[in-house]
């Protein structure tokens, strides 16, 4: 918004950036915000060695944050890692994801015949083009079922969950009858972002998750916005129905449009399910990972007898988030029943011994109405993915009801150069 001209200030209750995203430091204040008695023990190290995400997501290499990172040059406050692994659980072990022809026939997941089905896949994929009918071989990709697309390949049901929810992502089975544009594109991604680093698609920046709502400060005190810090909020003051101003220690900031978070505006939200996360701390790296010090598991909803996905996130010392030694592995998936940490035992089985778990249930909340009216857009709470391509649009989506149009990076790459110059 301040790219393109909009005057921003932006206000945060809290005295850190980055809200329900934000990375907690020292260790000791991540035991008071979870009411764990006592102090952290003296083997977990330094308390300000640990930078713990309290919701964790992986960036696409090829995806759509990089590029808002890329095209607004926030990369010069940030480094980034590529995560060293992609994993899938399967009848209780977990397998390395397969995504090229040379891995599909490598697997140990699939049987011989299997394996030459999946490369023809992946061959079709790679070659898909939604401007092309050529590359459609005979489907439709806006009315195609995916599941049929998987039918003329003649793929099997453990080769369908991993394609789904490995590759595409996806939490549930329903995309399966849905048009098959979007998860061929999806697995385009997938594929697009591994052959840019090889060891997995995915990218973590260094010092946590909370790099990121700083790089994004900075980038907009550079265009003229400002950002303060420990600023409670009172009121959000609406007149005939649209918002005017927020109230804070007395003073109004006048405003004709706010963005914010459900927790600010609970009236102007609903609740459409529940998220359970478990922080564990480890002082080892996953078994069965090839010791890799960070990696992602999923562990599809038919091996576990669900509706929806269970991930698992992995980062370490590597990544200036724990002390030396330690690593930090957060598992997140929908609420199905009364008793979440049942839903998630397979995954912390995967994980054990732990020394020590931070249990959180969140609400999903999602605003009642567009935001058109009252000019209050309203962000929704994060899902339980670990990765964040519907985060990304999300703010696309808030972006275009905001101004009436599309979020074009390009554009944004233009405004940026037309600032920082070319180079």
Same mark, same amino acid.
């Given at each position: 918004?301040?790219?393109?001209?909009?005057?921003?200030?932006?206000?945060?209750?809290?005295?850190?950036?980055?809200?329900?995203?934000?990375?907690?430091?020292?260790? !000791?204040?991540? /035991?008071?915000?979870?009411?764990?008695?006592?102090?952290?023990?003296?083997?977990?190290?330094?308390?300000?060695?640990?930078?713990?995400?309290?919701?964790?997501?992986?960036?696409?290499?090829?995806?759509?944050?990089?590029?808002?990172?890329? /095209?607004?040059?926030?990369?010069?406050?940030?480094?980034?890692?590529?995560?060293?692994?992609?994993?899938?659980?399967? &009848?209780?072990?977990?397998?390395?994801?397969?995504?090229?022809?040379?891995?599909?026939?490598?697997?140990?997941?699939?049987?011989?015949? !299997?394996?030459?089905?999946?490369?023809?896949?992946?061959?079709? +994929?790679?070659?898909?083009?939604?401007?092309?009918?050529?590359?459609?071989?005979?489907?439709?990709?806006?009315?195609?079922?995916?599941?049929?697309?998987? =039918? =003329?390949?003649?793929?099997?049901?453990?080769? @369908?969950?991993? *394609?789904?929810?490995?590759?595409?992502?996806?939490?549930?089975?329903?995309?399966?009858?849905?048009?098959?544009?979007?998860?061929?594109?999806?697995?385009?991604?997938?594929?697009?972002?591994?052959?840019?680093?090889?060891?997995?698609?995915?990218?973590?920046?260094?010092?946590?998750? &909370?790099?990121?709502?700083?790089?994004?400060?900075?980038?907009?005190?550079?265009?003229? &916005?400002?950002?303060?810090?420990?600023?409670?909020?009172?009121?959000?003051?609406?007149?005939? &129905?649209?918002? +005017?101003?927020?109230?804070?220690?007395?003073?109004?900031?006048?405003?004709?449009?706010?963005?914010?978070?459900?927790?600010?505006?609970?009236?102007?939200?609903?609740? +459409?399910?529940? +998220?359970?996360?478990?922080?564990?701390?480890?002082?080892?790296?996953?078994?069965?990972?090839?010791?890799?010090?960070?990696?992602? @598991? @999923?562990?599809?909803?038919?091996?576990?007898?669900?509706?929806?996905?269970?991930?698992?996130?992995?980062?370490?010392?590597?990544?200036?988030?724990?002390?030396?030694? =330690?690593?930090?592995?957060?598992?997140?998936?929908?609420?199905?029943?009364? !008793?979440? !940490? =049942?839903?998630?035992?397979?995954?912390?089985?995967?994980?054990?011994?732990?020394?020590?778990?931070?249990?959180?249930?969140?609400?999903?909340?999602?605003?009642?109405?567009?935001?058109?009216?009252?000019?209050?857009?309203?962000?929704? *709470?994060?899902?339980?993915?670990?990765?964040?391509?519907?985060?990304?649009?999300?703010?696309?989506?808030?972006?275009?009801?905001?101004?009436?149009?599309?979020?074009?990076?390009?554009?944004?790459?233009?405004?940026?150069?037309?600032?920082?110059?070319?180079?």
């Amino acid at each position: 918004m301040s790219v393109n001209g909009k005057r921003v200030l932006h206000m945060d209750r809290n005295p850190y950036y980055g809200a329900e995203s934000a990375s907690i430091t020292p260790l !000791e204040d991540l /035991y008071k915000r979870f009411k764990i008695p006592g102090s952290p023990p003296a083997s977990m190290g330094r308390g300000r060695d640990w930078n713990v995400d309290l919701i964790p997501k992986f960036l696409m290499a090829n995806g759509q944050l990089v590029k808002m990172l890329l /095209y607004t040059e926030v990369t010069r406050y940030l480094d980034f890692k590529v995560t060293e692994g992609s994993f899938v659980y399967k &009848g209780g072990r977990i397998y390395k994801v397969p995504s090229t022809e040379a891995e599909a026939l490598a697997s140990s997941l699939m049987g011989l015949f !299997e394996k030459r089905r999946f490369r023809k896949f992946l061959v079709y +994929v790679a070659n898909f083009d939604e401007n092309d009918p050529r590359t459609f071989e005979g489907f439709d990709p806006k009315k195609t079922a995916m599941r049929d697309v998987y =039918k =003329k390949f003649d793929l099997g049901q453990d080769v @369908i969950d991993f *394609t789904g929810h490995a590759l595409a992502l996806y939490r549930t089975d329903d995309y399966l009858d849905q048009p098959c544009r979007e998860t061929i594109n999806r697995i385009k991604l997938y594929s697009e972002s591994l052959a840019r680093y090889g060891k997995s698609p995915y990218l973590y920046p260094l010092y946590g998750l &909370g790099e990121l709502p700083q790089g994004f400060a900075r980038l907009s005190a550079i265009y003229g &916005g400002t950002y303060m810090l420990n600023k409670p909020i009172e009121e959000i003051i609406v007149q005939n &129905g649209k918002v +005017v101003g927020v109230k804070s220690e007395g003073e109004i900031a006048r405003c004709k449009q706010l963005i914010c978070d459900p927790s600010y505006v609970q009236d102007r939200v609903e609740k +459409v399910g529940q +998220v359970i996360r478990v922080i564990c701390i480890l002082s080892h790296p996953i078994k069965n990972t090839s010791d890799a010090n960070s990696c992602q @598991i @999923i562990i599809p909803q038919n091996q576990v007898s669900r509706k929806s996905d269970i991930y698992v996130c992995m980062i370490s010392s590597a990544h200036n988030v724990a002390a030396q030694g =330690k690593y930090i592995a957060i598992v997140s998936t929908t609420v199905e029943t009364k !008793e979440p !940490e =049942k839903e998630i035992r397979p995954a912390l089985e995967l994980l054990e011994p732990i020394e020590q778990k931070f249990v959180s249930i969140s609400d999903l909340l999602v605003p009642k109405d567009l935001g058109t009216e009252s000019q209050i857009f309203i962000s929704r *709470t994060y899902d339980a993915t670990t990765h964040f391509e519907t985060t990304c649009d999300d703010i696309k989506d808030i972006y275009k009801r905001m101004t009436g149009s599309e979020f074009d990076f390009e554009e944004m790459k233009r405004k940026k150069n037309d600032i920082y110059g070319e180079d």
